[in-house]
Each structure stands twice: as structure tokens, then as C-alpha cells.
């Protein structure tokens, strides 16, 4: 399979949504809380051991890191901050949200979105907040239950159903999957997904 992703590149971090590289081509988001797995899906989707830096400490991401794919840069994957960490200065905390709430609005090449949560506690009060900033726009919505190594197969079919219901009920058309970044399960269908992004992405063909 052709893997654009795993000629991922870092391009830059930015703080305000002004410092990102000119708003064409198109762009796949990962958001999701903080310390949900968001940098290890993305290293893991990439097949590279540390292209998004994995925190020790939640709240590491603390800007918008864009990720270039080849061949020119018109195709990115970008990595938001992570939202929810408790021990942030209320002040940082608000940045955060504003400028995720202005990336989801505003960026016309923004594509899709994937949503990563954590398979033991999916669809929290801020992954719904988040999931309302992107309602304006019809953008396609990929939900990633991470972490699934650590709950048992049952449990992980049952968090997923019941995910999907509550999607259903936010009345949002949404794709889902289960995935572990440890036992790099999912990869697979969360990199075949994202390409078929990329190949209906308009001015791509
Ligand atoms: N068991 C298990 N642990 C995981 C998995 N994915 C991530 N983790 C762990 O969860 C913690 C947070 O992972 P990150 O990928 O840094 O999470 P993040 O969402 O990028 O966090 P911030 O950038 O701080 O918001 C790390 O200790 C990871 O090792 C997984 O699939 N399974
Ligand atoms: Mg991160």
C-alpha cells in the first residue's frame, strides 16, 4: 500500500492560528483530551517511534504541530493540543481552547478530523464541547477509541456501541474504530481510512 504517512515530517508549532502555513491543499486533525493517546496514534500511524513527541507529563502538546506529508507539503496532519488537563493555568487553558475553537472553524483545508478518545472514558463533556465547535461545517469525523489494550474484547465492543449511539444521538455521521497504540491494532484501518481522505480531498486527484 502506498504510505504517504510514513514520510511524515515535522514542519513547524504554531501558537496562533496565524502561524500556520497558507490554508490550502488539506489537512487531517487529531484532537482529543489531554493524555488521551493522540501522539502515540499518530507516531503509530506513521510507523515512527517519535514523530509527535508521547508526554510523560499530560499537556506536553501545548501547540499546533503540523506534520508535512509528501510529496510538496499540500497534504498535512496536524497534532492539537490536547484539552482538559486540570493542572494548566486558567489563562493557558482558555488559549487552548480558542485556538482550537478557530482552527476547527476557520481552516478551509481541514478535511476531517479524528477524534481520539480513551476506550475507558469516551465521550466526555469536552470531547462533546469540541464535537459542537465542529458542527458548522460539514467535515468528515473519524472517532479512534484508544488504548484498548487495556480493557478486554467484551469491553471494548460494548464501549464502542455505546459510542456510537451517543454519536448518533448528537446527530453527528461519524466513522468509528478501536485501536491500540501499544499493541499497534488498528493502524492498518485508521491509515487506509485517512488515505481515502486524502484522495477525495478536493484539488487532489
Ligand atoms: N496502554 C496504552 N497506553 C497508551 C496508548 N497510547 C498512548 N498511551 C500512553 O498514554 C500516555 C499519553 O500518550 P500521548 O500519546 O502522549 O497522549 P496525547 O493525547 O498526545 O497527550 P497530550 O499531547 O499531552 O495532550 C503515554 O504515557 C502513552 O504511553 C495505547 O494504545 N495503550
Ligand atoms: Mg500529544
Not at 515512527?48 to 498535512?76: C, H, K, M, W, Y
Not at 496536524?78 to 482558555?94: E, F, K, T
Not at 454519536?167 to 481515502?196: H, I, P, Y
Request: aromatic share 6%; proline share 6%.
Amino acid at each position: 500500500m502506498h504510505n504517504p504517512f510514513r514520510e511524515a515530517e515535522f514542519l513547524l508549532g504554531a501558537a496562533r492560528v496565524a502561524q500556520l502555513p497558507p490554508d490550502s491543499g488539506a489537512e487531517i486533525a487529531f484532537a482529543g483530551r489531554s493524555n488521551a493517546g493522540k501522539s502515540s496514534a499518530m507516531n503509530a500511524l506513521c510507523g515512527r517511534r517519535a514523530l509527535a513527541r508521547v508526554s510523560r507529563t499530560p499537556g506536553r502538546t501545548q501547540e499546533i504541530n503540523v506534520f508535512r506529508l509528501p510529496p510538496d507539503g499540500q497534504q498535512r496532519l496536524i497534532d492539537l493540543p490536547g484539552y482538559g488537563y486540570a493542572r494548566v493555568p486558567p489563562a493557558q487553558r482558555a488559549h487552548w481552547d480558542r485556538l482550537i475553537g478557530q482552527y476547527l472553524r476557520e481552516r478551509q483545508s481541514l478535511v476531517g478530523l479524528v477524534l481520539i478518545m480513551d476506550i475507558r472514558r469516551p465521550m466526555t463533556d469536552l470531547d462533546r464541547n469540541l464535537l459542537q465547535w465542529l458542527a458548522p461545517q460539514p467535515r468528515l469525523l473519524h472517532v479512534v477509541l484508544t488504548k484498548a489494550d487495556k480493557v478486554s474484547r467484551n469491553e471494548a465492543s460494548r464501549q464502542l456501541l455505546l459510542t456510537r449511539r451517543k454519536l448518533e444521538e448528537m446527530g453527528l455521521n461519524a466513522t468509528l474504530q478501536t485501536f491500540s497504540a501499544l499493541k499497534r491494532e488498528g493502524v492498518e484501518d485508521l491509515q487506509g481510512l485517512l488515505l481515502e481522505w486524502l484522495d477525495r480531498a478536493p484539488g487532489e486527484d
